[in-house]
């Protein structure tokens, strides 16, 4: 496998386009196309929230039922979330005028949006826009950008990764975009993630690769512990890498899988680093578990943990933070064997020897903690199980972000 | 049943002392002892978290073994959490001490600690600060007032609540302190409950009155939803107030949960409003809903999520973040049954019908939220079910409290 430079265009066959279509921002692109020149199998995967924006249930639908999709329709700044039957109606008004605009049927396009719950769409504007990038798509790198630019809310950055990987002699190429930070003005953190490639595989295995990523990617993220009614994860396959189509588990399959997993880890990765109000990345492995499962639960116990994302904000090895978190996760371990070590790119150090404090230095333990990227290893010592999640510290400026009135 | 001025003295039989031991704090009272001149039947919940402190284990075993207790010793600054076989020795040691100089069992003492993790306590002073206690002990307002007083860390109020019922034609007295509002340096939001009361009541029935009760009232609050290695509430009945025996669930026992209930409720909110940096009491009710467990849920899971309590803080009517909160909260419900009412002492505002937003004024509902106590009432409409939960708004100081560096 290799990282190349590049996002949702990578991919043979696909293309992309953006637009300043002005639904709610000033001076900005805030919607996005992407397309690809020949059907693609879709899969999805879509929030657990009750409360689902309506084009979640317009996705899920499509995904579902549609022999194959070519374009996604996204945008920015109102979410389509709590809006009844109108809003419904949106996502099929804005898939009808993609499809004659693309000249495909109605069931190939999907559509996604992310931005403030309760405010009906614009529909005009979504119309028009989509005029605009019908005519714009390109498959360059600055296009990718673009569109990963255009589906931004309270994100800083845009977050792209693409990768290949040989498969039957053919190169295949995985990329992503997706956008999440927290929410815009006044509503909740909307995740969205869109992964294209040209790999040729069975829309069963596509589903079912990419359901079964996502608990170990974006699933292991937290920024503020609010799952959003918009949460999405889209995953096309074109086939123009001309790989034997892969229709078992076979070795191409587990390429497939590790490229997927790399693209999805390191977007989930920039997700939860770019926070909001985040200065740091912090990163918890819980190693030695009895089973993956309870690693997993451990890792997003300490991730969500308020006290400890304020700690990592300070750069204080607050340790029993840490060992409180672990304690109330709900699985049982013994506190008297967990050994726990704090990294960074400016060094590692060790802080609990079986559940008590070593002698270490506060001083280097800052040091190592007052990195962009730091991380919590958590040895359970009773297992060989052992999950990682990611997430941000908790800052003056996510509380300032999120108790501005909406103007 | 009627509420009166007092605290843990209120009851007949029970004294209160504190003193400045100096363990951590310079220049203020961080131990306090109660004191019943007779023997008492005690009953006690405790931390569910792995990671328990020593004076959880030690008291869990007391409250479980003895056949009577007749005193608490409680110091702040030093949790005693996370301190091996030492820090359980000095359990024992403090409770020793206690003992020989009030001239009681050693298995009839109870010890609580609450501050920072991974330190041992200063045994010396502790027991210093046993002996001033000892012969100061007093059943004054001023005693109990001092008492709550001494054994708050980030505090920035005392928590006490009285009150009174008859029962057989004698006057049954409940009085209750607690502390609780988050850490002090390094560590972990630490709860410490103490309810004495003169009924005359099994200690079967006086343990289940108070196992069921903190399911509605400790356990029903949050600050940041990190659960501490320390959280205790220890009632203890002395029977001086001659009523008949309370051995069996009758009229009287009724009103003595119902007395416990006001009492643990109103300081379980007095903690929640007095959570960390908070600015505002926020309460959520949620009603309509099919069981109690699940208005449980729901209306915790509002008051858990950091987006709505930013929003709080902000004054701001974010209806989005509290149905999204609702959302993933676990419970089944259908989304477009759902209303909202925002209320407060400055009035009431209906904000969604139906799932929908109705046409509200956003200024007058930012006038009703800019109360510092903030009601929010969810109704599912889908049953008769309903629970009410207690927190606080997510402030700048919260962070700044738990961000600065330990020094």
């Not at 630019?149 to 053919?170: L, P, Y």
């Not at 927290?182 to 992964?195: A, E, R, S, W, Y």
């Not at 958590?378 to 297992?383: C, L, R, S, T, V």
Request: include cysteine; hydrophobic fraction near 40%.
């Amino acid at each position: 496998m290799k990282v190349i430079d590049g996002g949702v265009t990578a991919p043979k066959g696909f293309l992309a386009a953006s637009t300043a279509a002005g639904i709610k921002y000033k001076d900005r692109s805030d919607m996005a196309m992407i397309y690809s020149t020949v059907p693609c199998k879709a899969a999805g995967t879509f929030t657990t929230n009750v409360v689902k924006a309506a084009p979640v249930l317009y996705d899920k639908k499509i995904v579902t039922e549609s022999k194959s999709v070519q374009a996604v329709v996204v945008n920015a700044g109102i979410a389509n979330a709590c809006t009844g039957a109108e809003g419904f109606g949106y996502c099929e008004d804005t898939a009808k005028k993609a499809a004659a605009e693309l000249n495909i049927a109605e069931d190939a396009v999907l559509v996604a949006s992310t931005g403030v719950i309760g405010m009906q769409l614009p529909i005009q504007k979504l119309e028009s826009g989509i005029e605009v990038m019908a005519k714009e798509l390109s498959d360059t790198r600055e296009a990718a950008h673009q569109a990963a630019c255009a589906i931004m809310t309270t994100d800083t950055i845009s977050k792209e990764v693409a990768v290949t990987f040989e498969a039957g002699g053919k190169t295949v190429t995985v990329g992503g975009m997706c956008k999440g930070s927290g929410m815009i003005h006044p509503n909740m953190c909307t995740m969205l993630g869109f992964v294209m490639t040209d790999a040729a595989i069975s829309k069963e295995l596509l589903q079912e690769a990419l359901s079964a990523d996502v608990c170990d990617t974006y699933n292991m993220i937290s920024v503020d512990g609010d799952t959003s009614t918009n949460d999405t994860v889209l995953l096309l396959a074109n086939g123009m890498a001309e790989n034997p189509e892969i229709t078992e588990k076979n070795e191409d399959y587990r390429k497939f899988c590790e490229a997927l997993n790399y693209v999805n880890t390191e977007i989930a990765k920039m997700m939860a680093g770019d926070g909001e109000g985040a200065t740091a990345l912090f990163e918890v492995k819980v190693i030695g578990a009895k089973s993956k499962e309870e690693a997993k639960i451990l890792s997003k116990s300490v991730v969500c943990s308020s006290l400890t994302k304020a700690a990592i904000y300070g750069h204080d090895a607050n340790w029993g933070r840490i060992l409180c978190a672990l304690g109330y996760s709900g699985v049982e371990f013994d506190p008297e064997k967990v050994d726990l070590v704090f990294e960074s790119a400016a060094g590692s150090i060790q802080i609990i020897k079986n559940g008590i404090a070593v002698d270490y230095s506060e001083e280097e333990a800052t040091r190592i903690l007052s990195e962009p990227a730091v991380t919590a290893i958590a040895n359970m010592n009773q297992g060989n199980a052992e999950a990682t999640a990611w997430g941000c510290d908790l800052t003056y400026d996510y509380v300032k972000i999120n108790a501005d009135y909406r103007s």
